[in-house]
């Protein structure tokens, strides 16, 4: 089985300023990939950025990057220059084994201020 | 490159009736997942296809729902009879393949259902 927790409901950021949503994870399987979502209110789910477990380097995709922990099972989004276009629900999810269902967190519902 | 596409987008039923919903995947993906998605919780998954066979329908509720897939390409979920606990938003989704490098899911818009 495969948990996804993310412990930050709700959380707010001026434009361009840095924030960072987090999420732990736990999982049995030795290969699998770990993903961020992002939901806009128009409800259709967005990839942004995706790990592969076996992979020690950080993924960043321009103004989003991660920071994984695989001792630790913990895997962080932060995103940089922060716009208004980034406020969404962000669900961090994980994919494992040969079905490689996603199991996905609650969600981080992050505003993007003036 | 076309998204996948669900309809309808928005869907009120009174409990007992049945309903069903559509998906069309992105053209040459083989794998097809249906999401349930319930208010302020993540999306949890129903039922996986690979073509037109069924690899994961654990947590789909069996008495009541069901999902056919049957040229591999186009899928409908059904609810019948639908239960006021069944209000949420359905989910499509697609990949390449299972598994891998491959396994990035392109999702739909969805269907918001309410049952009252």
């Known amino acids: 089985a495969q948990t996804v927790t993310q412990s930050q409901p709700e959380m707010s950021v001026q434009e361009a300023e840095t924030v960072t949503l987090s999420c732990t994870y736990d999982?049995?399987?030795?290969?699998?990939?770990l993903f961020w979502y992002k939901q806009p209110p128009s409800r259709q789910m967005i990839l942004v950025i995706r790990?592969?477990?076996?992979?020690?380097q950080n993924a960043t995709e321009n103004r989003f990057s991660v920071n994984f922990q695989k001792a630790a099972k913990s895997f962080s989004l932060k995103i940089s220059d922060s716009q208004l276009g980034d406020t969404a629900m962000y669900f961090c999810a994980v994919g494992a084994g040969t079905a490689s269902k996603l199991t996905f967190g609650t969600g981080t519902r992050l505003q993007v201020t003036l | 490159e076309a998204g996948v596409a669900q309809s309808p987008r928005y869907k009120i039923i009174e409990k007992r009736q049945s309903v069903a919903f559509w998906c069309n995947p992105i053209s040459g993906h083989a794998t097809l997942y249906w999401y349930q998605q319930i208010l302020g919780q993540g999306p949890k998954l129903l039922i996986q296809f690979q073509n037109n066979g069924v690899v994961d329908d654990s947590q789909l509720p069996k008495d009541r729902f069901s999902a056919e897939r049957l040229k591999g390409v186009d899928s409908t979920l059904k609810i019948q009879p639908a239960k006021l606990e069944d209000s949420a938003v359905y989910l499509c989704?697609?990949?390449?393949?299972?598994?891998?490098?491959?396994?990035?899911?392109?999702f739909g818009a969805g269907t918001r259902l309410s049952v009252l």
């Open positions: 999982t049995s399987e030795n290969n699998y990939y």
């Open positions: 989704a697609s990949s390449f393949t299972s598994g891998g490098s491959k396994n990035i899911q392109y």
């Open positions: 790990q592969e477990a076996y992979k020690q």
